[in-house]
Nanobody
Framework: VQLQASGGGLVQAGDSLTLSCAAS????????MAWFRQAPGKEREFVAA???????IYSESVRGRFTASRDNSKSTVLLQMNRLRPEDTAVYYC???????????????????WGEGTQVTVSS
């Protein structure tokens, strides 16, 4: 299984950015997919998870601003980020797992597969 996140960059507060996670070596529809982020000096934190059904849950800090989606036919997961804030600055990672249960969607320990991150920097 390989996951490759892309789409990060330097933007200004209030801007939008879309991250993409390309998955290979797996049948995407069988996996729960998630996004996490890690800011300098901080622990990795949950951002969003997308169930096999396509329904998504979000952390409170991004709910209403970020939208996660998946396209199983393209083996791709997206994270649309709107109204970005300086506190959204972090390295963003996508993760996948076949067995994670709903109550554990937000735990990084639940995911067996991780991609390399993509840097998002939001200037004020």
């Amino acid at each position: 299984v390989q996951l490759q996140a892309s789409g990060g960059g330097l933007v200004q507060a209030g801007d939008s950015l879309t991250l993409s996670c390309a998955a290979s070596g797996l049948t995407l529809r069988a996996y729960v997919m998630a996004w996490f982020r890690q800011a300098p000096g901080k622990e990795r934190e949950f951002v969003a998870a997308i169930a096999r059904s396509g329904s998504a849950i979000y952390s409170e800090s991004v709910r209403g601003r970020f939208t996660a989606s998946r396209d199983n036919s393209k083996s791709t997961v997206l994270l649309q980020m709107n109204r970005l804030r300086p506190e959204d600055t972090a390295v963003y990672y996508c993760a996948a797992d076949r067995q994670v249960i709903y109550s554990s969607y937000s735990s990084s320990n639940s995911y067996a597969h991780w991609g390399e991150g993509t840097q998002v920097t939001v200037s004020s």
